[in-house]
């Protein structure tokens, strides 16, 4: 997939012009008109590429400064799909920031378009989950089901939750490389099983903590992947405090795993029809949503 945009970073350039888009990049912020766009989706022919679009940095914005972030956005969209013949399929990015009028005229002009899929990538500046929520429901209600739609900044389980219970389908997430910096190993599982217990689990373990230093079994003794077979606990608390490097190849071994049989447990459990059930027992679950 290919966006001007990097989806893993926070910040982002704004006061974007009529002409160029404001990249950030490695090496510092690097102006993009739509034409320069289209040269780099036909060079690098991404089965995916994201649209430009007036991006913004934050969730505080006027009524007017949203709505010409969505006219503009609605502009190099046209512009896009005008001077873009390719098989990359493009995906249209919906806007709007706070004011909700502007997110539902944006969502409804995009669907009118001709494009492959729709993309949400300004979750993170909601405030709080029921604004993010509010902002989500505007966005998706008038977009037509049979086309994906693609969320940034939901990564944590609870997140990717509220995000499929919304209608989201893809992620674009760093969340299991995050924990990894941490020393976090994802311990849960989304499997139908007992109900919730009285006492919420931990969604991750720390294997920084002294607990660990002698705990034979490995990160998640139900999980079948490379670090969790003939690993200890313990043997990655070592690593860890040696500042070995091999300590964080081994958690981003298990939580790839662990995130990848998450996603596979929600699909089966939305053709079982279950998922709703399932979720509602997972937030139970678990004590700690990030
Ligand atoms: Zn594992």
Same mark, same amino acid.
């Given at each position: ?21 404001? !990249? ?8 993009? /008109? @739509?034409?320069?766009? $289209?040269? +780099?989706?036909? #060079?690098?022919? %991404? ?105 940034? !900044? ?8 509220? /995000? @499929?219970?919304?209608? $989201?389908? +893809?992620?674009? #997430?760093?969340? %299991? ?105 997972? !937030? ?7």
């Amino acid at each position: 997939m290919l966006d001007v945009r990097d989806p893993s970073l926070q910040h982002v350039a704004s006061h974007h012009s009529n002409k160029y888009y404001k !990249a950030e990049t490695d090496g510092g912020v690097r102006k993009f /008109g @739509v034409s320069d766009y $289209i040269r +780099l989706i036909r #060079t690098i022919q %991404p089965e995916i590429a994201v649209a430009l679009a007036d991006d913004l940095n934050t969730g505080d914005i006027s009524e007017a400064w949203s709505k010409k972030s969505v006219t503009r956005s609605l502009k190099w969209l046209d512009e896009c799909l005008v001077g873009y013949q390719s098989s990359s399929a493009i995906f249209g990015v919906l806007k709007g920031g706070p004011v909700l009028d502007q997110r539902q005229l944006s969502a409804e002009l995009t669907a009118q378009r001709d494009v492959a899929g729709f993309v949400l990538n300004d979750l993170q500046f909601a405030g709080d989950a029921t604004a993010r929520r509010q902002w989500l429901q505007t966005s998706l209600a008038p977009l037509p089901s049979a086309k994906p739609r693609l969320a940034y !900044a939901l990564g944590t389980p609870l997140d990717v939750l509220e /995000g @499929v219970r919304q209608g $989201i389908d +893809l992620f674009d #997430t760093l969340y %299991p490389m995050d924990l990894v910096e941490k020393g976090h190993a994802m311990v849960f599982s989304f499997e139908k099983g007992a109900p919730a217990p009285a006492t919420p689990q931990s969604l991750i373990i720390d294997i920084s903590q002294p607990e660990f230093r002698t705990d034979r079994r490995p990160l998640d003794e139900q999980c079948p992947c490379q670090a969790c077979i003939g690993h200890s606990r313990a043997y990655l608390h070592h690593l860890w405090h040696t500042s070995e490097m091999l300590v964080k190849v081994l958690l981003m071994v298990h939580n790839l795993h662990a995130y990848a049989a998450f996603f596979a447990q929600i699909r089966h459990s939305l053709r079982q029809g279950t998922f709703s059930a399932q979720a509602d027992v997972f !937030a139970q679950r678990y004590a700690h949503p990030r």
